[in-house]
Every structure is written in C-alpha cells, then in structure tokens.
C-alpha cells in the first residue's frame, strides 16, 4: 500500500510537532484519571490504551487512575437499588460499597488493565487497598449529610506504584481506600487522582470527562490559564455546579506543586496525545 505525497508530509509534521514534548516529559510522571463516561464503547478504550501505551514507549511514567460511575449505577439499576447523590457524591451504604468493590477495582479495572495490555502495555491493576497505597476516612459533608462509606484521602503511600515504574509497568488504580480498621471507602476519582498527582511529584495531571474543556460564557474553550483566572472564573459564575470540584482538584494539585493540570474530553479518539503532543492541545490547561 502506498500513501500520497500530502498525506506522507502531513505525518511528518505531525511527528516533528511531537518530538519537542517528547523530549522535555522524557522520564516525567503523568497522572491521567479516565472517567467512566470515556469508556462506553471498544473504539474509545482502544483509542486511550494505544495513548498510554504510546506514553510508556516514548519513556514517560504514566499512572492511570480511574472512575466508573455509570457502571456503578448502572449494575446497582439491576439489582433494583436507586443511586443517591448529595453534592456530587454517591451515598455508599454497604451493599453500595460491595457493588463499588465489585465493579471498581474488578469489572472496570481489568477491562482498563486488558486494553492497555492488548495494545502492548505492562499493565497492572490495583486498589487504593493494596500495599495500604490510599488511606482514608469517612467524608464528612459540609451540611452534615452522612453519605456512608464515602471517603477523603488521607495519606497516600506511593512505594507500591514507584516499584511498578521501576519494573517497567503502567499502574492502573481503582479509588478505592482502605480505613483504620480495614473497612473500604469509596473515593471520588478526580481527587484520588489530584492527591496521587501531588504525592508523585508528576509533571501533569490531565482529568479526562465527558465535557470539551471549561468554557467560556460563549462557549468556547479556554485554556492557557494561571491559578487566579481560574479563581477569578469561579467568582464571577463562568465555572458552576459539578466543574467546581473537579477544578478544585485541578487546583489543588498545581497548587501544591504539580506543573499543569488539564481537563478533556475523553469521548474524542486519542485525545491524551493530542493534548501531550501538539502545540495547540484540544482542552483546558490550567498551571500555576
């Protein structure tokens, strides 16, 4: 088979444009948290798992942490349990958190873990329990809700993931943490992942979900924004309702010393290299 000369060029172009940021993230840590929504149908998968694999190869450590709210609701939907929310967060009762066990850190973690393997990735799946990597405590709600087994990070150990990368393997971790006592916690994704972004020292953290990017009031993408735009967007209302949490993480971890944050859309093929590997990216860059 033989391609055209434009096409041949185009993909010249395509590569020279990545080699710089292959070269400066050489050796460096990225945290990449895949949300549920990303993850509906094969081609998507796929598209993410060559996107990891790609980063390993290219000599960057990437560690993968990630969500599975609709297929949480989804199975609890089955066995006739209705989901229940309070600020964002899903109320963990204890059949609930045997069904966040279950589909966390079993159905969606090996599916993740079976992607990245079949496109040539050394992939390796975990919870927050093992190596008692994410220690946690019971949430306590600013109304005062309870919300069950839902848990905040309290310490994260990372000895478990640094000897993986060492090995040469790809961390792929289901939030799920592990109490004083030994009980389970359910925690939400995007601040596992800004919790284990800062304790990595990672050169980025890139949220991947089912939104473009945050928009402005026109709905176009903003991007390229320091810590103080970001605030200043919140105060005026730009950024509401469920982004905040998650910019609240992305802030967080710049803040703490992470390099950049990046919010994407995780339904669009190959969107973390895109994102990695040209000058444009396709989401929100936020850095301090």
Request: hydrophobic share 45%; net charge neutral.
């Amino acid at each position: 088979m033989t391609i055209d000369l434009a096409t041949a060029q185009n993909i010249a172009r395509v590569l020279t444009e990545a080699l710089p940021y292959i070269q400066r993230f050489h050796g460096k840590t990225m945290v990449v948290k895949y949300g549920g929504n990303a993850m509906k149908d094969d081609t998507m998968i796929e598209s993410f798992a060559r996107d990891i694999v790609l980063m390993k190869a290219v000599g960057m450590n990437p560690v993968v942490i990630h969500g599975g709210g609709p297929q949480i609701g989804a199975h609890l939907e089955r066995l006739g349990k209705k989901s229940e929310f309070i600020d964002g967060m899903r109320v963990t009762d204890a059949d609930t958190m045997d069904v966040v066990e279950m589909m966390l850190g079993g159905l969606v973690n090996k599916a993740v873990v079976s992607a990245i393997n079949q496109q040539g990735g050394r992939a390796v799946g975990l919870t927050g329990k093992d190596g008692g990597m994410i220690r946690a405590r019971k949430m306590t709600m600013p109304g005062g809700q309870d919300v069950g087994q839902v848990g905040e990070v309290e310490q994260i150990d990372p000895r478990v993931i640094n000897h993986l990368e060492a090995g040469g393997f790809i961390p792929v971790i289901a939030p799920v943490g592990v109490g004083a006592a030994g009980e389970a916690y359910n925690i939400n994704a995007d601040i596992a992942a800004g919790k284990l972004a800062t304790v990595l020292k990672a050169e980025k953290l890139m949220l991947l979900t089912n939104i473009r990017g945050l928009l402005d009031k026109d709905g176009k993408i903003l991007t390229g924004l320091k810590v103080p735009q970001v605030q200043a967007l919140i105060a005026d209302g730009t950024i509401y309702g469920g982004m905040l949490p998650k910019i609240g993480c992305a802030l967080d971890a710049v803040n703490a010393g992470v390099k950049s944050a990046h919010i994407i859309d995780g339904r669009i093929e190959h969107s973390v290299l895109l994102e990695l590997f040209t000058d444009e990216g396709i989401g929100t860059l936020i850095r301090g």
